[in-house]
Each structure stands twice: as structure tokens, then as C-alpha cells.
């Protein structure tokens, strides 16, 4: 699964980020515990409360000069805060020589904040050993920073374990998901996302490996690019190529959730859009939905866009437009794409190009792929292979397998060969598929063979009806059946067919109906007969029919029959015309078997020529006997011409 860059963004690494004085006060300030206990606050204001302390420190007691020096950093008011600072720390009170390091780093003297640092961080200051630690690590002194940010870690301090986290990450060491994780554990959102992508990664990598190649055309389904429409595929004979791209999504599973959504819940953006790219894939759309909005409604564009897939899977596309253009104006090359694909489907080709390129602009190769489709559409040809050249050149694997296709389709098979290669190596199925044909196109069927059986292993349907098409011709009956079983079931009536037929040569020869005996049920390779005949497969609706016709059941096998005879089977005429004959309407089933004979059939013209003589019509009939004689096959041929004599005897009688 691709998502921006796993580094901080709230915390810049591997530099101290000088702050306002407010935000520094959340993060460095060191809190200074007031020693007069007796003294009830809690109903205080703040003006009250620095009025109490200016008293006390203008009797000398350090803890309230190092509270009111505590309280003028807080507000920005660092020359009436230094001084206390100073008086406070000279006493040796560490928050206070904290505080004051915090104060001179913010007016640009890092040195001399160092030097407060050490103090405080000697006598026991885990703020002060995070700060000094960053101080070291932004002068290249790691060791160190180290030292110092492991005393912060070790005494609990979520900042100084988050840093060091870091900066051990940065050499690659081990440990640094122990900080990670004693941060999280704190509260630090950044910490609990940082550690949910790195053992994301590790589960991701333990299920399927680390990738070999990169493919800007695959993502998951929440983040993915705008899905693309199918360029139109190259016909004639034995299978099409396709251009076609299929996605897989990538899981997140385990302990990474719980720390995106600990990371989200404290208003981590990204962490939102993960955790609610793994509620996506579990099924859990509307929690999924919320996370992106909050996500979104942060500015994280890849949110928005994603919370446009959802809205549009969901029926409101004008919703999902809205979020679309949301993240597109921010930059997201998916939600342009998404943009374009939808003003492409209400037929604005104009504006979809703009988008397509705005996605090519936000460095999405697939604007580029995506242009390609919109021009191969309008038959702009040299245009869409400019388009697909330039993302192929970019790795594009499905743009590389569309140009081989342009190319092969122009005759150009030694230019589209290494693009179908390309294609392949870098895992397209499609491209697999299409060299498959490609080397079977020059008889080398070895070659095909192992390009079809590379497809058919990654689940491509035609692949493994080609592959099951080879055994069967070996002889290899098993791996036939497995092959035909997995193309059948991904949608091939062909395959369905053919299994069928496999299936059906075991059958046992079916005894004829008894005479009020229950109906059998239907075997297996009935099944997938009819799982092709309902696919418009002509053959496969001839068999159907002639299995319920051995059945008894005429009405079925006239019904199938009927459909193959419309679909312009010439089989499916002749037995619908026998089935028509055998019902007393002998006048509709000549029908058929004229349009049977016209295809070809010479059974179907040797009937006509017996209803042709048994009407008298004896040259009709002689015409008929020609024809089936032409036709065969050879018992028929036979047949007609012993027919044919004896109706020119007839004749010359």
C-alpha cells in the first residue's frame, strides 16, 4: 500500500525547531512545583497568582522566581522573565535553569542555553536533558545526543524518548522502536503513528515480501488512483489482447490499528486516513467515513479523496465531486484523476483532460495513462501514444502493456513486443497474457505457453482457459480440469463449456427413462453447460437442450434450443426443427432446417429433401439431396444420393 512519507510532521527531525514562547512552554517549560502547600489556588486567577508569586520573590524565595520566571516565558514576556530566571537559577532551582536555557535559545544564544541545559539536566532534569540532547544532535554531535536524550527517555519524559526514538531510527538501530513505543505510550500522537507504520511495514513485508517492483498503476482501494476505462481490445482469431489493470488491496493488520487510532483520537491526521484506510478494507465504511472527514477536515488531501471513493461507491457522486476537487486543488494526483474519470463518463471529454493533466502535474503517472485512454477513446491515436509512451517511460506497467497493444495493433509487433515485456517483468497479468498470444501468433507454442501459465497462476481468466486448452490437446486431462475449473469459475463460458465436456465424457451412457420414474437431478457437467448456455455460449445451449430433451423435459430443450437457433447455431435449428417435427409442426420445423441447410448443416438439407418428396415437390426434393450430398457428412452424403436416384427415377418414370 503506497501513503506519503512515514517522517514527523509535527516535529521537524534532526534539528531543534526554534518555537513561539507558547508552544515552547508545552513542550520544553519545565513546571515548577509550588513549595507553599498550605496556599489554596484553586479558585485563583492568573493575575492573582502571578501577584502572589512577584510578592514571594521580591522576598528572595526561589521556587516563586522560578515560578513567575515560569509564568512570563509562558506569555511571551521573556526581559521580565529573565531576570527571575537568573535569580532562581543562581539559587539552584534546575526548573528554573531549565526555563531560563528555553528563554535564551528563543532570543538566538544557543551556547549559552546549553550551559542552563547541563545544569539543570545534571541535577536530575528530564526536560533539560531532551533539550539538551536536541542541542547536540543539531550540531552533528551524536554521541552526545544520545547520552543526553536517553537520560530524558529513562527517566519517562514522552519528548526525550520520542527524540531519541528518532534519532536511533535515523542510524537503523533496533532499539528505536522501544522509544517509539515508551513514548506512545505517554500520549505522543507522533510516536503512536510512527510506531503503527513501522510494524505495519513489518506485517506487511512478513505476509508477502518486500516488493520487486514499483508500479505507479497499483494501490490500495481506499487510496487508489481514479479506476480506468478499458481501451478496446484487438479481435480475430483465439484470444483478445486486453489492456485492462486490476488493483490489490494490501492489509494492515494487528497492533498497528490500535496505535493509529490511539494517534488519531489525540488529532494525528494521518494517522486518521491510515486507520481509516484499514476500516475500509475490513468492511467498516461508515467508521472508515469519519476518519477521513476528521482526517480531511485537518487538510490531509489523501483523506478527502479517499472519503470521495467512499461517497461515490455509496451512490453520491456529487458529494464525492465535492471532496474530489477538494484534494485536487491541494495537489492529489488520485483525486485529479478521480475528477477526470467522472467528467469522462458524462461524456465532458474537454474537462477531463484538464484533470487528467492537473493529476500529471501533481507527479501521477496515471494522468498520463489516463490521457492515453481518453485519446485511444476518441480514436486520437498518435495522441494516446504519446500519453502511454511517456507513462510507460515512467513505469507505468499497465500504459506499457496498452502501447504494445497500439503498437501490435498498427503491425508493429517487434516495437510492442519489449513493451509487453516490460509490462509483464514489472507484473502485469494483461501483458503476460497478450506476449502469451503473441508467441502463439508465431507457432511458438512453448513460449506461449509459459506467458499463459504465468497469467493463469496470477488468476487471469482467458490465461488459464488457454492453459487448460493445452493440456486437454497432451492429454493431461487433471491439469485440463484444474485450469478449465479456475477459467470457468472467473467467468469463461468457454471454459464452462469445456470442462463440461470433460466431465461429461465420464459420465456413464444415461439409461432411457422409465415410465414414471422421478426425474434425475442435474450432474455436475449439466451444471456448467448451463452456466455457458447462460452466457450465450451456442454450443453449450445445444447440449443443455439436448440433455433435458434425454431427460423428457421438450420444453426446456425446446427453449435452449430456440436460443442457440436465434444465436445462429445451425445444430440448435436442425433440433429444434426435429423436436418441432415430432409435435405435429412440421411446417415451422422446415423453418429451421432451411435456415440449418443454408449454414451448412446436411443432416438438416436431407430432411428437407424427404418432406420435399413425401409432398411430391420431387426436383425441390432432388435440389435438397444435392445439397446434402455437398454437405456430408459421408452417412448423410450416402444416403441423399440413393434418395436422389430414386426421385430422378420418379421423375423419368
Not at 56 to 82: F, K, V
Not at 346 to 364: F, H, I, L, S
Request: glycine share 10%; with cysteine.
Amino acid at each position: 500500500m503506497e501513503y506519503m512519507g512515514d517522517r514527523a510532521t509535527l516535529l521537524e527531525t534532526g534539528r531543534f525547531v526554534q518555537r513561539h514562547a507558547k508552544n515552547a512552554a508545552d513542550d520544553i517549560i519545565e513546571a515548577v512545583v509550588a513549595v507553599d502547600a498550605t496556599v489554596d489556588t484553586t479558585a485563583e486567577s492568573e493575575t492573582e497568582t502571578e501577584a502572589r508569586h512577584r510578592r514571594a520573590a521580591e522576598r528572595g524565595e526561589a521556587a516563586s522566581m522560578s515560578m513567575l520566571g515560569a509564568l512570563l516565558l509562558r506569555r511571551g514576556d521573556l526581559t521580565g522573565a529573565e531576570s527571575h530566571l537568573r535569580a532562581a537559577a543562581a539559587e539552584g532551582d534546575r526548573a528554573a535553569a531549565n526555563n531560563l536555557g528555553v528563554l535564551l535559545h528563543q532570543r538566538g544564544y544557543a551556547d549559552e542555553a546549553a550551559g542552563w541545559w547541563r545544569v539543570a539536566a545534571v541535577a536530575g532534569s528530564a526536560p533539560a536533558a531532551h533539550a539538551l540532547g536536541r542541542h547536540h544532535r543539531e550540531r552533528g554531535d551524536e554521541p552526545a545526543a544520545e547520552y543526553w536524550l536517553r537520560q530524558s527517555a529513562e527517566q519517562g519524559h514522552a519528548l526525550g524518548a520520542y527524540a531519541l526514538a528518532d534519532l536511533l531510527e535515523h542510524r537503523s538501530d533496533v532499539g528505536a522502536e522501544r522509544w517509539l513505543r515508551a513514548a506512545a505510550e505517554q500520549g505522543h500522537r507522533e510516536a503512536a503513528y510512527r510506531l503503527a507504520r513501522a510494524l505495519a511495514k513489518r506485517a506487511a513485508e512478513s505476509e508477502r515480501g518486500p516488493a520487486s517492483f514499483h508500479d505507479a498503476g497499483t494501490r490500495s482501494r481506499s487510496l487508489h488512483e481514479a479506476p480506468a476505462d478499458v481501451t478496446g481490445a484487438v479481435g480475430g482469431a483465439g484470444p483478445a489482447l486486453v489492456t485492462g489493470t486490476a488493483t490489490t488491496p494490501t492489509g494492515e493488520p494487528g497492533e498497528a490499528e490500535q496505535w493509529y487510532r490511539q494517534a488519531a483520537a489525540r488529532g494525528h491526521r494521518r494517522a486518521a486516513l491510515y486507520l481509516g484506510a484499514i476500516l475500509e478494507q475490513r468492511g467498516e465504511l461508515k467508521e472508515a467515513g469519519r476518519w477521513y472527514l476528521s482526517s480531511a477536515k485537518e487538510g490531509e488531501a489523501k483523506a478527502a479523496c479517499a472519503l470521495g471513493f467512499l461517497l461515490r461507491d455509496a451512490g453520491d457522486e456529487e458529494s464525492a465531486a465535492v471532496w474530489w476537487l477538494r484534494a485536487a486543488q491541494d495537489g492529489d494526483g488520485n483525486a485529479a484523476n478521480a475528477l477526470g474519470a467522472l467528467h469522462a463518463a458524462r461524456g465532458e471529454q474537454q474537462t477531463a483532460e484538464r484533470w487528467y493533466r492537473a493529476a500529471m502535474d501533481a507527479g501521477d503517472v496515471n494522468g498520463a495513462y489516463n490521457l492515453g485512454l481518453l485519446c485511444a477513446a476518441q480514436d486520437r491515436t498518435p495522441q494516446a501514444e504519446q500519453w502511454y509512451r511517456r507513462a510507460a517511460y515512467a513505469g507505468h506497467r499497465e500504459a506499457a502493456n496498452a502501447l504494445a497493444v497500439l503498437l501490435l495493433q498498427a503491425g508493429d509487433a517487434n516495437g510492442a513486443e519489449p513493451w509487453f515485456s516490460k509490462a509483464a517483468e514489472a507484473g502485469s497479468v494483461d501483458a503476460a497474457f497478450n506476449l502469451g498470444i503473441l508467441y502463439a501468433g508465431r507457432d511458438d507454442d512453448c513460449a506461449a505457453l509459459g506467458w499463459y501459465e504465468r497469467a493463469a497462476a496470477a488468476g487471469h481468466t482467458e490465461a488459464a482457459l488457454q492453459v487448460g486448452i493445452a493440456a486437454l490437446r497432451d492429454g493431461d486431462e487433471q491439469a485440463a480440469e484444474r485450469h478449465l475449473r479456475c477459467a470457468a469459475g472467473g467467468g469463461s463460458a468457454e471454459a464452462a463449456f469445456r470442462l463440461a465436456t470433460v466431465l461429461d465424457a465420464r459420465r456413464p451412457e444415461p439409461a432411457p427413462p422409465a415410465l414414471g420414474a422421478p426425474r434425475e437431478e442435474k450432474s455436475e457437467c449439466e451444471e456448467w453447460y448451463e452456466r455457458a448456455a447462460e452466457q450465450g455460449h451456442r454450443r453449450a445451449q445445444v447440449r443443455v437442450g439436448m440433455l433435458a430433451a434425454a431427460r423428457g423435459d421438450t420444453a426446456d430443450a425446446a427453449r435452449w434450443y430456440r436460443e442457440a437457433a436465434e444465436a445462429g447455431s445451425r445444430n440448435g435449428a436442425f433440433n429444434l426443427g426435429l423436436l418441432l417435427a415430432r409435435e405435429g409442426s412440421e411446417r415451422e420445423a422446415a423453418l429451421w432446417w432451411t435456415r440449418a441447410a443454408h449454414a451448412g448443416h446436411g443432416r438438416a438439407a436431407l430432411r428437407l429433401a424427404l418432406l420435399a418428396a413425401r409432398r411430391g415437390e420431387l426436383a425441390e426434393g432432388r435440389r435438397w439431396c444435392a445439397r446434402a450430398v455437398e454437405l456430408g457428412p459421408a452417412e448423410v452424403a450416402e444416403r441423399a444420393a440413393r434418395l436422389s436416384e430414386a426421385l430422378h427415377q420418379e421423375l423419368t418414370a
